[in-house]
């Protein structure tokens, strides 16, 4: 069987991304926040601060100090997630940080803190693309000085078939060359990619080729964040 | 909470007026109810209060029977206060009012016996359903104790009995068109005593000014289950008037319920 020839599950082409939706300051005790849902994927993200940090000596005198949270809501999954931190919701959580941290004027907010909390409603693949997405709008909406939003988006390799934004069911192919899956956060204005994680197996040249698709994901989630604050300013 | 704001609201209160908005001593704030957020759960809700926000979800399981109800099945309601929904709010292990607020819906639904527990027995002894109800905070505005306890039984509500396979086990991510058995709609309803006044669903600052705080869980005719907070204390007319109170309360919340599929 070919995934080249037989197409994917959803009838998506290679470089198509799943339908996209994103709205924000949607909680009203949340200095920012916001919801993206992306296929069957919801995350709810929320900023508290820049406020004092706690406890004290985790200070930091020349920057800011981001926390993020990742949270899987225990029935997001088919299979009950048990509550509370796991060990990789605490690793998303400092991949997060790591993808959004690059975007912030983290030195304009020395010695104070903003902690990102991130709830994922509902889980069908790419929730920590979701989270990263969210968690970007939501310190946007916060009024936290930015260099650029954080698109996120996961590129991989079905069987043969190089595509973007995997869901749960392509995630589980195990036929021919299996499914290798590449959660990417990419800074268009800085050109930098700030999350790159891969799981599965994958030659070089298709590496590359998968990296630069995300990119170009990327960019079109980008497009989207930015339009969904224009649209919010507008109607004001 | 500075002093200033709280003595306007004991003001406000000794004048039978309420904090931000015009309704009375007795009245709750608007309620709507949102089921299916999502679809990975057997069943699940979004309830506002105002502005307090909370999701329930439900997922079920096969276990085995404790030995003193060997045709009964299980249900375990729990929730924490999650950091998102409030600034005060911090990481870590839940603390006495995270444990307290859970332990109260949890007892409202399940000494209720709002689901009908012989029903989830399989085979007496051996295998019966377990029902887990997890509830999540996004916004606190006051008055959780209800909203959780609403979020939780409106996703029970709307929850379908997992597929079986043909030895028995639960097939993951299939429904069959079964609810789950109900017997009962407890509702919780929650007043606080400012000063000598007392009034319905407090919003935040409201809870921090009342010196103590009655929730009673009722379903139709009787009442299933009693909570009393704060370090203040209630006289026998006070507890008696708010039992009343609570049924008329529970018949409109109960309207609301009923609108969700």
């Given at each position: 069987m070919s995934y080249k020839k037989t197409g994917r599950f959803d009838g998506r082409k290679a470089d198509e991304l799943r339908p996209v939706e994103m709205s924000v300051g949607i909680l009203p005790n949340c200095t920012g926040s916001a919801r993206v849902q992306v296929g069957k994927t919801v995350a709810i993200a929320g900023v508290y601060g820049p406020r004092k940090v706690r406890p004290k000596h985790a200070e930091l005198k020349d920057k800011l100090l981001i926390r993020c949270y990742y949270d899987l809501v225990s029935f997001s999954v088919t299979d009950r997630a048990r509550p509370g931190p796991s060990r990789r919701s605490i690793e998303l959580g400092l991949v997060i940080k790591n993808a959004i941290e690059r975007s912030i004027f983290v030195e304009k907010y020395p010695m104070s803190m903003i902690e990102v909390f991130v709830e994922i409603v509902q889980a069908d693949a790419g929730s920590r693309c979701a989270a990263i997405i969210a968690a970007s709008l939501a310190v946007a909406d916060a009024g936290i000085e930015m260099r650029d939003f954080v698109p996120a988006v996961a590129c991989g390799k079905i069987d043969d078939l190089i595509c973007l934004d995997l869901t749960k069911q392509e995630e589980d192919v195990h036929d021919g060359e299996g499914a290798t899956d590449i959660p990417i956060a990419y800074i268009p204005s800085e050109k930098e990619i700030t999350l790159l994680q891969l799981d599965g197996k994958i030659s070089e040249k298709d590496l590359m080729e998968a990296i630069k698709l995300g990119i170009k994901g990327c960019e079109e989630i980008h497009k989207m964040m930015k339009d969904v604050f224009k649209k919010r300013y507008e109607t004001k | 909470m500075s002093q200033d704001v709280k003595n306007y609201i004991i003001e406000l209160a000794k004048k039978n007026k309420r904090n931000t908005d015009n309704r009375g001593l007795e009245e709750f704030r608007n309620v709507i109810i949102e089921s299916g957020v999502s679809k990975n759960a057997e069943g699940s809700a979004k309830v506002s209060i105002g502005d307090t926000i909370v999701m329930a979800g439900v997922k079920m399981s096969i276990g085995t029977p404790y030995p003193d109800t060997p045709n009964k099945g299980n249900l375990i309601c729990s929730g924490e206060l999650s950091p998102i929904s409030d600034p005060d709010f911090e990481p870590g292990p839940p603390r006495?009012?995270?444990?307290?607020?859970?332990?109260?819906?949890?007892?409202?639904?399940?000494?209720?016996?709002?689901?009908?527990?012989?029903?989830?027995?399989?085979?007496?002894?051996?295998?019966?359903?377990?029902?887990?109800?997890?509830?999540?905070?996004?916004?606190?505005?006051?008055?959780?104790?209800?909203?959780?306890?609403?979020?939780?039984?409106?996703?029970?509500?709307?929850?379908?009995?997992?597929?079986?396979?043909?030895?028995?086990?639960?097939?993951?991510?299939?429904?069959?068109?079964?609810?789950?058995?109900?017997?009962?709609?407890?509702?919780?309803?929650?007043?606080?005593?400012?000063?000598?006044?007392?009034?319905?669903?407090?919003?935040?600052?409201?809870?921090?000014?009342?010196?103590?705080?009655?929730?009673?869980?009722?379903?139709?005719?009787?009442?299933n289950a009693l909570q009393k907070g704060g370090e203040g204390g209630f006289t026998l007319e006070e507890v008696g008037n708010c039992l009343t109170k609570s049924f008329k309360i529970r018949e409109k919340i109960v309207e609301v319920i009923k609108g969700i599929k």
């Open positions: - | 006495e009012d995270a444990i307290e607020l859970s332990r109260v819906v949890d007892r409202g639904i399940r000494e209720s016996e709002a689901v009908d527990f012989e029903k989830l027995c399989i085979v007496e002894g051996e295998k019966v359903w377990n029902i887990f109800v997890d509830f999540y905070i996004l916004n606190n505005a006051g008055n959780l104790i209800d909203a959780c306890g609403l979020a939780s039984i409106a996703a029970l509500k709307t929850a379908r009995m997992p597929k079986l396979d043909e030895e028995g086990n639960v097939v993951l991510g299939e429904w069959t068109d079964e609810k789950v058995p109900f017997k009962r709609v407890p509702i919780p309803i929650t007043f606080v005593k400012i000063e000598d006044k007392i009034m319905v669903d407090p919003d935040n600052e409201e809870e921090k000014c009342a010196s103590a705080r009655l929730t009673v869980t009722c379903s139709d005719k009787e009442i």
